[in-house]
């Protein structure tokens, strides 16, 4: 009898954890009710609270039709977490908003022209206001522009002295500017102003590569004085006062107005030793949240990142978490962020847009990273340095996954930003994700800390649009033994084979995307991006560019209208560049090895075919009738008859892009660009100085490659031993940037600067070398 009367209280226990206990939330309810289907609780918070009082079941949180504002960070830690799983779902066919604002109806008075003016106290000043769901900007000069390529608008003459002299008081405003080499951007709060009317402010940590502010793109905003165009506001803290020009055939007096108070949501915070485990969200929508740039402060490693572990949601020491099914829209900051250890979350099937920062992005914790450094010109030397392979500890995103979301305009205010963001994670999964319209990159990859990612069927265009000098797909390699200077490498990676592996211990995969940038590459490999197999990739525009790494193999890849960029390629790479198919001539740069095999390729013409070969590569690379099934409407898939199965090509999948029926709807498609086999490029103009060929810096391989901040200067080419140059220390690959205290932008400016002061025997030169810029005393006579 008491064993049966066991068996049967652990079935019905058993039974108790099967069932699942709900929480209801109904813009119509009240937090003192108990969260039941009739009493429901009226504020997302509390229904968080109400659900982590549950212990060893499965718990739901069905959020009723409506807006629920949130004032506060939600957090859900483990700590307080004790059920068996926790979902967070939308009522099924009813439309659920989280808000990172709050709702105001307003009562306005003229103040003097065409501005308004109303009362409103707040504890903070607000970061961002929407008028019935339309975001409107800051008073900004110059005022904001839909047309305009960088930051909707910008002006040199943003900060000058002039125009901050009718600054009253213009503490509380900011500076927004690309960085001086257009690889992302500063942000600046004005404190101030001196004694002498000078302009006081904070900031630019958010670019990991020092510089100035970009002498022309650049802004200000949230200055009363430059409040002068319709739909542009001002909030004064001091007086508690609002003021708006109100937008073109606005009614302010049935307006709704929303105003963000923070730049977090949801926290999901665990720990490594205690992951919180088996949270689902889903069919809910997130939106305007306060923008984030003033807390983008912590360096990534090596690469030009700086970030800040927040978002909309904050996935951090998680396990088997999902999010699907949602949509991110209006948002200041990053919409998903997985920091430090997540195992196995999936990120699928969302609808993200109109983003201040990233899309989704994966973010390990640097203590993980053995030799860390965190800085382009900062590394460990080689005899201090741990050399035993992979991680410290598993303090970062693994086997994780982003999967079939639709991702874009992103980066609105963030432009070092991604649609999808990796540092320091293993085993991502990115696939079949359509990214498009962003400032840098659609994907980006900040180090090779610890590689094994699958990137696959993505459709990724209209990128690098408001920087330069990157591509759609994007990815650095200064992991511990990666050197500025190749040379060093060189020696190093001969005495220390394996040495190139210790961070990136499986390799990284791109198969099957299609890729389109128009201001960069399609695909980027920079500094040092190693163990990378790159094949069945269709290039749109720009190009695919491997710069110095090693274990790079890439083959059967489509490249249209553009062509093959190699880079100052290491010795004993290992690199393999075969079975592609291309439109143009190799460009290379400061090449002198060229890998493992370079050979095997299809050519569209005898031309470029003719132009490769005489570097003395490609001996068994052929041209002939590609073929293509119909290259007019982008269907790159190859006829049998095709010419370029000769070479060992293989026809491949092109299912690219998202194939969620709803998110596929409403997925854009990249420009398919009539086909060209004739791309050469202008005749190159050199000229002798000092025993040295130079010329001038002509395409954005040639930038990127010395790192130059601009298209200025005269490039060193060649170099006769024995002769001034190079008696001097001058080497091939040299950007002269200045002489005599004079700049050169050119190489007509080098000779010209010459011949003034060739009678002085001794100067200061100014170059680029290794992507920094150096000076030093030479001789101009022999």
Not at 43 to 56: E, L, P, R
Not at 676 to 699: C, H, M, P, Q, V
């Amino acid at each position: 009898m008491i064993k049966q009367f066991s068996l049967v209280v652990t079935i019905l226990f058993a039974f108790s954890l099967c069932k699942a206990q709900t929480i209801f939330i109904s813009p119509k309810g009240n937090d003192k009710n108990p969260g039941s289907v009739y009493q429901p609780v009226k504020t997302f918070a509390t229904g968080i609270a109400k659900a982590m009082a549950h212990k060893n079941k499965k718990v739901i949180i069905e959020l009723s039709g409506g807006t629920y504002p949130v004032d506060k960070t939600v957090e859900i830690t483990s700590e307080k977490f004790h059920f068996q799983s926790l979902t967070i779902r939308a009522k099924a066919n009813q439309k659920v908003v989280i808000s990172g604002s709050q709702h105001f109806k307003l009562s306005w008075k003229p103040y003097k022209n065409n501005i308004l003016s109303a009362k409103m106290k707040l504890a903070q000043a607000p970061d961002e206001l929407f008028m019935n769901g339309k975001k409107l900007p800051m008073a900004r000069y110059p005022d904001f522009d839909a047309t305009a390529r960088v930051f909707n608008g910008t002006a040199a003459d943003a900060i000058s002295a002039e125009r901050a002299k009718k600054w009253l008081d213009p503490a509380g405003g900011y500076i927004h500017a690309l960085h001086q080499g257009e690889w992302g951007d500063f942000h600046y709060l004005i404190t101030g102003k001196d004694s002498t009317g000078k302009l006081l402010y904070e900031g630019g940590w958010q670019n990991n590569r020092p510089a100035k502010m970009h002498a022309k793109y650049r802004y200000v905003e949230n200055i009363f004085e430059e409040l002068d165009h319709p739909g542009e506001w001002y909030y004064n803290q001091k007086e508690e006062m609002l003021y708006l020009i109100p937008p073109t055939g606005s009614n302010l007096q049935t307006a709704d107005f929303a105003f963000t108070m923070v730049s977090d949501i949801l926290h999901i915070k665990g720990t490594l030793a205690n992951p919180i485990k088996n949270i689902t969200i889903t069919g809910i929508d997130f939106i305007q949240t306060a923008r984030s740039f003033m807390q983008v402060k912590e360096p990534l490693l090596r690469s030009d990142w700086a970030i800040y572990r927040g978002a909309a949601i904050l996935l951090d020491g998680s396990e088997s978490c999902v999010i699907k099914n949602c949509n991110f829209y209006d948002l200041g900051g990053s919409a998903i962020f997985l920091s430090n250890y997540n195992k196995e979350d999936r990120i699928s099937n969302n609808h993200i847009y109109n983003i201040g920062a990233n899309g989704i992005a994966f973010v390990g914790n640097p203590s993980a990273v053995r030799s860390p450094s965190f800085r382009y010109e900062n590394f460990v030397p080689y005899t201090e340095m741990d050399m035993q392979r992979g991680p410290k500890s598993a303090d970062y995103p693994q086997h994780c996954q982003a999967i079939n979301n639709l991702i874009h305009h992103t980066g609105q205010i963030e432009k070092q930003s991604a649609g999808i963001q990796i540092s320091m994670s293993s085993g991502i999964l990115v696939s079949h994700n359509t990214i498009y319209h962003l400032p840098r990159a659609g994907i980006n990859i900040s180090e090779g800390t610890w590689g094994g990612h699958l990137i696959e069927f993505n459709d990724v265009f209209d990128t690098v649009l408001e920087t330069g000098d990157h591509g759609a797909f994007n990815s650095w390699g200064r992991d511990r033994y990666w050197r500025p200077e190749r040379n060093l490498i060189d020696s190093i990676v001969a005495a220390k084979p394996g040495i190139e592996l210790l961070d990136v211990i499986s390799p990284i995969v791109l198969r099957n995307n299609r890729f389109q940038c128009d201001h960069g590459w399609d695909i980027d490999l920079d500094d040092g991006s190693t163990n990378y197999q790159i094949f069945n990739n269709i290039c749109l525009s720009g190009g695919l560019k491997l710069r110095e790494g090693y274990h790079r193999n890439v083959y059967n890849n489509i490249i249209i209208n553009n062509t093959f960029h190699p880079h100052v390629w290491l010795k004993e790479s290992g690199d393999v560049f075969k079975n592609n198919i291309l439109s143009a001539a190799y460009a290379p740069i400061q090449m002198e090895n060229w890998g493992r095999a370079v050979d095997h390729n299809f050519f569209l013409s005898k031309d470029a075919l003719s132009k490769t070969q005489k570097l003395n590569i490609d001996a068994n690379s052929i041209t002939g009738e590609v073929a293509f099934v119909d290259e007019n409407t982008g269907n790159y898939h190859l006829k049998k008859t095709s010419a370029a199965l000769k070479t060992g090509f293989k026809d491949f999948d092109m299912n690219f892009g998202v194939t969620d029926v709803r998110l596929k709807k409403l997925a854009a498609s990249p420009p398919i660009k009539p086909l060209s086999n004739n791309l050469n490029r202008k005749k190159t103009i050199t000229a002798e100085w000092l025993g040295a060929s130079f010329k001038n810096i002509e395409s954005l391989g040639e930038r990127s490659a010395a790192g130059l901040p601009d298209n200025n200067g005269a490039l060193l080419t060649q170099l006769t031993k024995g002769l001034i140059a190079e008696k001097n220390g001058l080497k091939k690959g040299d950007v002269v940037i200045g002489l005599d205290n004079n700049e050169i932008k050119s190489v007509a400016e080098l000779l010209k600067i010459y011949s003034e002061v060739r009678w002085k025997g001794h100067v200061e030169i100014v170059i680029f070398r290794n992507q920094a810029e150096q000076k030093f005393q030479i001789s101009l006579k022999d």
